[in-house]
């Protein structure tokens, strides 16, 4: 009769190099070492970026101040020219108020584009890019509608902190709702993924609950997947449990240090799940139906067709 | 299992030589053959349990418990074991000898260890949300809420998945099979 106890004396049958202990230390004392000698490349390196990093703050800084005196003086001459120079006001084709709003815009821009391009935009998500294409237009739109007051100059208002400046940029363009930290740092975490070494793998549960379909995603396949759901999630409160569900799509993505599972249920939410370093991190997330729709739509295309999904999309209790 | 905490895990020494040297001797044939249930392949998983050393050597936090601390390197172990099976690096080579040119890996044949290689190969064809409760606890002999830490699961969930996978082993099992420890 065989017995469970079996299988302790039979894996403690399986040999074990006996230099492992002695090559494990001699692995890691020179790992310590390369860490040491690479924690001074390190230092050296942060000294190099704040320095930089100081340097270019003083050339923003005194672009900005530079924007500033310059819209002044453009506004000084501007009213001269309305009040008393004719041939001004007449080259400018607008009533005075109207010329003053459209300047104050244009130098509104010129502080979003170095706001932005001084290394913000990669940290922007999809929907963040997209709206921050109209963001010229919503920003015209919306500074004339509140009573076309010219508004005080940029270079009297405090400095902001990136992060605040970013928030301005993006409430202006209209495009991204408040978000919670919580599910930002979720959304934050899926847009930092090193999807050049990932693996990432979808699983269908869609026709048969026992048995999932598996179909394996390129690291630029995964990102398409991983940004629509982090633009989904960003802005949406996470529920307070994580209630039991059934799963219709499971969406793993592994790089070199965390494990992403993101499931589609059947009840239209969103699970967001990390293992991180053996730290495991779940939310779940409702989302709008047009929305889940999309992501659902476009996770089962890959194991049918676009009619293929309407037909189960119809059929659906 | 120890009751008093070894204080290095959880502050001062934390990450020292000493400390590192100490979960060496305590854990690195249990990282081993936890990680072989995945890999099936001993020179692998020795591999992945230097991967295991190295992550711990990184960690800068100490632990908030010994408990804490076997949790968290069994865990990593696991996700080692499963990011190494995906990332088809797997080695399709297997070494037939140790350093000392003494065969490894492969079992004994003799009656009694053909039985002891049939309940292994039994348990090694378990999924694995059966296998690693069944390998913790009758390997490792860690109770169900030690398991339930490692695993993130309830200890009920665990208890489910330790009587589902005994019964699973029964089925699979020809000419008799007594789960002594139920």
């Given at each position: 009769?065989?017995?469970?106890?079996?299988?302790?004396?039979?894996?403690?049958?399986?040999?074990?190099?006996?230099?492992?202990?002695?090559?494990?230390?001699?692995?890691?004392?020179?790992?310590?070492?390369?860490?040491?000698?690479?924690?001074?490349?390190?230092?050296?390196?942060?000294?190099?970026?704040?320095?930089?990093?100081?340097?270019?703050?003083?050339?923003?800084?005194?672009?900005?101040?530079?924007?500033?005196?310059?819209?002044?003086?453009?506004?000084?001459?501007?009213?001269?020219?309305?009040?008393?120079?004719?041939?001004?006001?007449?080259?400018?084709?607008?009533?005075?108020?109207?010329?003053?709003?459209?300047?104050?815009?244009?130098?509104?821009?010129?502080?979003?584009?170095?706001?932005?391009?001084?290394?913000?935009?990669?940290?922007?998500?999809?929907?963040?890019?997209?709206?921050?294409?109209?963001?010229?237009?919503?920003?015209?739109?919306?500074?004339?509608?509140?009573?076309?007051?010219?508004?005080?100059?940029?270079?009297?208002?405090?400095?902001?902190?990136?992060?605040?400046?970013?928030?301005?940029?993006?409430?202006?363009?209209?495009?991204?709702?408040?978000?919670?930290?919580?599910?930002?740092?979720?959304?934050?975490?899926?847009?930092?993924?090193?999807?050049?070494?990932?693996?990432?793998?979808?699983?269908?549960?869609?026709?048969?609950?026992?048995?999932?379909?598996?179909?394996?995603?390129?690291?630029?396949?995964?990102?398409?997947?991983?940004?629509?759901?982090?633009?989904?999630?960003?802005?949406?409160?996470?529920?307070?449990?994580?209630?039991?569900?059934?799963?219709?799509?499971?969406?793993?993505?592994?790089?070199?240090?965390t494990i992403y599972t993101i499931y589609l249920t059947q009840n239209g939410e969103i699970v967001v799940n990390t293992n991180f370093d053996g730290e495991q991190d779940r939310s779940t997330y409702v989302i709008p139906a047009d929305s889940f729709t999309d992501i659902e739509r476009s996770m089962f295309i890959k194991f049918g067709t676009d009619e293929d999904y309407d037909t189960f999309n119809a059929n659906r209790g | 299992m120890p009751n008093i905490l070894p204080e290095a895990a959880t502050g001062r020494g934390?990450?020292?030589?000493?400390?590192?040297?100490?979960?060496?001797?305590?854990?690195?044939?249990?990282?081993?053959?936890?990680?072989?249930?995945?890999?099936?392949?001993?020179?692998?998983?020795?591999?992945?349990?230097?991967?295991?050393?190295?992550?711990?050597?990184?960690?800068?936090?100490?632990?908030?418990?010994?408990?804490?601390?076997?949790?968290?390197?069994?865990?990593?172990?696991?996700?080692?074991?499963?990011?190494?099976?995906?990332?088809?690096?797997?080695?399709?080579?297997?070494?037939?000898?140790?350093?000392?040119?003494?065969?490894?890996?492969?079992?004994?044949?003799?009656?009694?260890?053909?039985?002891?290689?049939?309940?292994?190969?039994?348990?090694?064809?378990?999924?694995?949300?059966?296998?690693?409760?069944?390998?913790?606890?009758?390997?490792?002999?860690?109770?169900?809420?030690?398991?339930?830490?490692?695993?993130?699961?309830?200890?009920?969930?665990?208890?489910?998945?330790?009587?589902?996978?005994?019964?699973?082993l029964k089925n699979m099992m020809i000419g008799g099979f007594d789960d002594e420890d139920d």
């Amino acid at each position: 009769m065989k017995t469970i106890n079996q299988y302790k004396s039979a894996m403690d049958n399986i040999k074990i190099s006996d230099s492992f202990v002695s090559r494990t230390e001699a692995l890691l004392s020179e790992q310590k070492n390369s860490e040491s000698l690479s924690g001074k490349h390190k230092r050296n390196g942060l000294q190099i970026t704040m320095w930089s990093g100081i340097a270019a703050a003083c050339v923003i800084g005194a672009l900005l101040v530079r924007a500033g005196i310059i819209r002044q003086e453009t506004q000084n001459d501007i009213t001269i020219g309305t009040d008393i120079t004719s041939s001004v006001t007449t080259e400018m084709t607008a009533a005075p108020a109207d010329v003053g709003m459209q300047l104050d815009i244009e130098e509104d821009d010129a502080f979003d584009g170095l706001d932005i391009n001084s290394g913000t935009t990669e940290a922007m998500t999809p929907t963040e890019k997209a709206s921050d294409a109209g963001k010229v237009a919503e920003t015209t739109h919306t500074v004339k509608s509140e009573g076309e007051q010219p508004r005080e100059s940029k270079a009297n208002e405090p400095a902001l902190p990136e992060d605040a400046k970013d928030e301005m940029v993006m409430a202006a363009a209209g495009g991204i709702p408040e978000s919670t930290s919580e599910s930002a740092d979720f959304a934050a975490s899926l847009y930092t993924i090193d999807f050049s070494s990932c693996t990432a793998e979808i699983e269908s549960y869609i026709n048969d609950k026992t048995q999932s379909l598996i179909v394996a995603l390129n690291g630029d396949e995964a990102k398409n997947y991983a940004d629509m759901i982090a633009d989904m999630i960003y802005s949406t409160e996470p529920e307070e449990k994580n209630p039991e569900f059934v799963s219709e799509f499971v969406l793993t993505i592994s790089d070199n240090s965390t494990i992403y599972t993101i499931y589609l249920t059947q009840n239209g939410e969103i699970v967001v799940n990390t293992n991180f370093d053996g730290e495991q991190d779940r939310s779940t997330y409702v989302i709008p139906a047009d929305s889940f729709t999309d992501i659902e739509r476009s996770m089962f295309i890959k194991f049918g067709t676009d009619e293929d999904y309407d037909t189960f999309n119809a059929n659906r209790g | 299992m120890p009751n008093i905490l070894p204080e290095a895990a959880t502050g001062r020494g934390f990450g020292t030589n000493e400390y590192i040297r100490r979960v060496l001797e305590d854990y690195s044939d249990e990282i081993i053959r936890l990680s072989y249930t995945y890999v099936r392949n001993i020179n692998d998983a020795e591999d992945i349990a230097q991967d295991v050393m190295v992550a711990l050597m990184k960690r800068d936090k100490p632990f908030e418990s010994y408990e804490h601390e076997k949790a968290w390197i069994f865990r990593i172990t696991i996700n080692k074991s499963k990011n190494y099976l995906k990332s088809g690096w797997i080695k399709r080579t297997v070494s037939m000898e140790d350093e000392n040119g003494n065969e490894r890996d492969f079992p004994d044949e003799s009656a009694d260890k053909t039985e002891e290689n049939e309940v292994l190969e039994a348990v090694l064809a378990l999924p694995e949300k059966y296998r690693t409760p069944i390998h913790l606890f009758y390997y490792g002999g860690y109770t169900i809420n030690e398991i339930a830490a490692v695993l993130h699961k309830k200890p009920a969930t665990v208890g489910t998945l330790l009587a589902r996978g005994r019964n699973l082993l029964k089925n699979m099992m020809i000419g008799g099979f007594d789960d002594e420890d139920d």
